[in-house]
């Protein structure tokens, strides 16, 4: 099982901010997907457009996109569990619908040189992205958040506590997810901040008191 560093995930405030520091970028909608849903970088890079209904609001997970012997590949995902169906919220649907028409703009602009590979989130030539250049913007993003040394992870890490803070049953979180086991869901989760546990304890004690 994967070890997790403790406390990495973002509070809701942070998420916040960090939506409003994408704002501008033109991987805007990515960020949404990425705080909302929990996709692994792969997942998103390897995110096509037939693989969304926006009408129906829905996304499939059906690849990912990994390095392999030194070269960028589109694959499976790593478990059956990581094919996933996954419906969008409203939040998504909008980011997504104005992403589709950035990205024809900037096909346009781009005619010349622009290769199709029907990629939600390509590189500014429609190839896959490298995932160093996912890598600084993120870095970017997360100078202008004021969020420290926090991994591009970490937002997937935020997505399971959210929902689980929400009420929401951790089997359909990790359904969700796509994690392979709730084991991994519920250990994200057993991460909470010092605040959290200090919150927790002085309910105890006052139903003690």
Known sequence: MPKYKVNRGLTVLQARLVLKAAQEHRLSALYVLALCLGLRRGELLGLRWVDIDLDGAKLEVIQTLRRVEGRLQFVRPKTDDSERTVPLPSICVEALRAHRKQQFAERSDHWND???HGLVFPSRRGTPMEPDNLRRSWGAIRKTAGLGDMRFHDLRHTCVTLLLNLGVPPQVVRDIVGHSDIEVTMTIYAHVSLDE?????????????
Do not use: P, Q, Y
């Open 114 to 116: 622009w290769e199709e």
């Open 197 to 209: 546990k200090r919150n927790a304890l002085g309910k105890l004690g006052d139903a003690l008191g």
